[in-house]
Each structure stands twice: as C-alpha cells, then as structure tokens.
C-alpha cells in the first residue's frame, strides 16, 4: 500500500484520520492539525461530490432529524444569553464537526483500503502515544514538557504535574479501548496482540491519573457489553457467572473508594447528599448551583457555553480554591439543561436514547462488531461526561464523533444504514 503525500488522495485521508485521536496527548493543536489537512484533502477529491451526497442522505433518516430538532431547539438560548457571539460560535461548530466527519464516514465506508490503512495508523500511533503518555507519568517527565512546548525539564514551571496534562488523553483513551479491540479483531494477526497490549496501557494510563470519570465511564462500557452479550448468547450458566462478575466488580470498587477516601468530610455550606467518597462534594455543590441557575431560565436556558460567566458563578467554594461554578458544571446534563432549558435538554437526551438503542439493536440483528464498537465508543463517551469534562468541548465532541464513525465504516455494505 503505497501513499503519495503530495497527491490528495482517500488513502491520505484515512492515514490522517487514523492519526488525529492519538495525537491528542501532545496536545489540542496536535489533534486538530491532521484533520484540518484531512478536509482539504477531501475538498479535492474528484469523487467529493458522492460524499456529500451521503452527508445529505444521513441528515433525512431519524438520527439526524432528531440531530437537527435538536439544534432547533437549542436557538432559543442564544436570545437569552448575556454573550451571544459567544453561544452562537459554541453552536455553530456542532454542525460543522458534524457534517466533516460524516464525509470521513462517507469516505472511508467507500474506500475499504483507506478505512484499513486508517485502523492501521490509528493503531501504531495510539502504541506511541501510550509510551509517550506512561514514559511521562513514571521516568521521564521532560518528554511531555518538550512536547508542551516548555523545554526539557522536570520541572518547567510551578505546579507542573504530568497526572493533571495527561488526564484528559486518559478519557479519550477509554473511548479508543473498544475501536483498537475492534480494529485488532478485523486486520486479525499480529494485530490483535499490538491492540491487546494498547488497551491495557490506556487502562494503565487511567489508572495512574486516577481519572475517576474515566474508570466510571470503563465500568459503565464494561456493563454495557457484558448485557449485550448476556442477550445475544441466552446461556443461562454464562449469564448467571457475568451478573456474579458484575456484582463482585461494583462491591470491589465501592470498598476501594470507601477505603481510599472515606476520611472526606464536606464542609458547611457545601452539597453532598451522595457520600463525598463515592461522589466528592466539589461536583455535587457545582451541580447544585448550576441546577439553581438553570432554574432562572427554565425552559430555554441561560445561553450556550457561558454557565461560569453568569452573575454568582464566580462565588467562590466554601474550603476550596474552586468557584461556585467552575470553567463547566463536570455534567453534560446539567450543563445542557442549565445552558439550553427543558426543551435543548429533552431533545438531546431523546437523540442520546435512540442513537445507543438503534446501535444496540442493530448489533443483536446483525451481529456486526462494528455496531458493538460503536455503543461501547457512545456509552463510555456519555458515561464520562456525566461526571467531567465541558459538553461543549471541541476535542472531546471531534474525538467521540470521529472514532464512531470509523467504527460506523467498518459496516458491510448491507448495514451502512
């Protein structure tokens, strides 16, 4: 397979969508660079013309008029909002990452040496930002410094924690576990032990960053996977070990976050109505605010993307150095129902529902790993977001949709619809 880096070519726009999610523990810039060069490409494509009409034909099934009634109804906000340049920006480029990745989709669904080059790429350069992630977050600290572009040093600057830089990579990571196993399942071979060993260090990368969300938003793809499978086999004997499986794995964790912070105590004037151990009150006080001030605008929110920017959101936390509401309320529910009311809030739930029962269902009709890969890739993703991360996000919102394309693109030809 040969690839001809000054020709526009499919293949080089599914080298460059391999490339992009991994490259994200370097940086933000670094992921959004391959994508940028892979819609030009794309522009250029003498069949570009038959990826927008699929692009099109997507926007008439029912995901995407539930997508769409969905923007709808979050434009009320922006007459609302006290930054409205600000929200309509926010706004404007869902659609957008919307639109360009479903012509990757359009792509690489037509191209199968394209989509196989992409898993290919997507697999060796998760394997190099693995060891650049753990070779950071053990011995060798002045790799991420460099790459952040703060000199080699241990110690660029005060306060400089590899944890705290690498932590979000290790949320993307766990929505990149199911589309690497998927990948090493379809190239087959040597493959699926160079994908085994990715996993493992994502999981590894998790761990160390004692990313809470993520191991939450692991768990959650974990039970998910486990009842799809329990449904698909009927086995009585398997099912009965898999419920025994999970209940032992909730009670293990349930002790480790017992034992690991069962001393926090919230302070007076916080929120902790769940145990701080198993939910700190730092989020809960967040979330409790953000619902109050949801409520000043019920129904249509207070404006996309500027929760943090309203007045009291910068009070600051009773015994902390957070604000009341931080830079986003670490909840995409209560971020979306504060910022765009009931009705944004309703019709986003609504797509969320329909989009993992069509994947779900879609698997036990047909079987199709890729359809798996898919949900787990929505599961982990949403999953996450109810503890951390902004909805609004632009890197979280391109990684999520961009690895579920892939796996969307690995359908057969008779269930790319």
């Known amino acids: 397979m040969r690839i001809d880096f000054l020709k526009p070519t499919p293949l080089l726009v599914g080298f460059l969508c391999g490339l992009a999610v991994p490259s994200f523990v370097y940086g933000r810039a670094v992921l959004a660079l391959p994508l940028l060069a892979a819609v030009l490409i794309l ?30 109804l979050w434009l ?40 196989s080059l992409a898993l290919r790429v997507l697999i060796v350069a998760n394997a190099i930002s693995v ?43 766990v929505l990149l576990v199911p589309v690497l196993m998927w990948a090493g399942r379809i190239l087959g071979g040597r493959w699926q032990m160079l994908t085994t060993a990715n996993a493992i260090g994502l999981i590894a990368i998790v ?25 698909l086999r009927r086995n009585v004997k398997t099912n009965m070990v898999i419920c025994v499986a999970f209940i032992a794995l909730f009670v293990a964790i349930l002790l480790w976050l017992y034992t690991t912070r069962g001393y926090i105590v919230a302070p007076a004037d916080t929120v902790a109505i769940l145990p701080p151990w198993l939910i700190d009150y730092q989020r ?5 605010h953000s619902i109050d001030m949801a409520m000043r605008s019920p ?3 207070n404006g996309i993307n500027v929760i943090n920017l309203l007045p009291g959101a910068d009070v600051a936390m009773p015994r902390n150095t957070l604000n009341i509401i931080p830079s986003h309320p670490h909840n995409w529910l209560v971020e979306v129902f504060a910022e765009t009311g009931v009705f944004g809030s309703v019709a986003l739930v609504t797509l969320v529902v329909v ?48 690895l579920t394309a892939i796996c969307l693109a690995g359908l057969r030809p008779s269930g790319q619809n």
């Open 76 to 115: 009320p906000s922006m007459f609302i909002s006290p930054h409205p340049l600000r929200s309509f920006e926010t706004w404007i480029r869902i659609p957008v990452f919307v639109g360009l990745i479903t012509l990757f989709w359009a792509l690489l669904s037509r191209d199968r040496a394209a989509l």
């Open 355 to 402: 989009l993992c029962l069509k994947l779900a269902g879609e698997y036990l009709k047909s079987g199709e790993t890729a359809f798996f890969a898919a949900l787990l890739v929505n599961v982990g993703y949403w999953s996450i977001g109810l503890l951390n991360v902004s909805f609004w996000s632009a890197w979280w919102q391109i990684s999520y949709l961009l």
């Open 43 to 72: 522009f250029l494509l003498p069949k570009r013309g038959t990826y927008w009409r699929a692009m099109i034909e997507k926007a008439g099934t029912p995901i995407g008029v539930l997508f769409l009634i969905t923007l709808v």
């Open 207 to 231: 761990w160390i960053t004692f990313n809470r969300s993520a191991m939450a938003g692991l768990l959650m793809m974990v039970v998910a996977g486990g009842i799809l499978i329990m449904i």
């Open 284 to 288: 809960q006080t967040i979330w409790a």
């Open 299 to 301: 129904w249509f929110g």
């Open 131 to 173: 060891v650049f992630a753990l070779s950071s977050l053990t011995f060798l600290p002045e790799i991420l410094s460099l790459a952040r572009l703060s000199g080699w040093s241990a110690m660029p600057y005060e306060g400089f924690r590899p944890p705290d830089l690498i932590k979000a990579f290790a949320s993307v990571g």
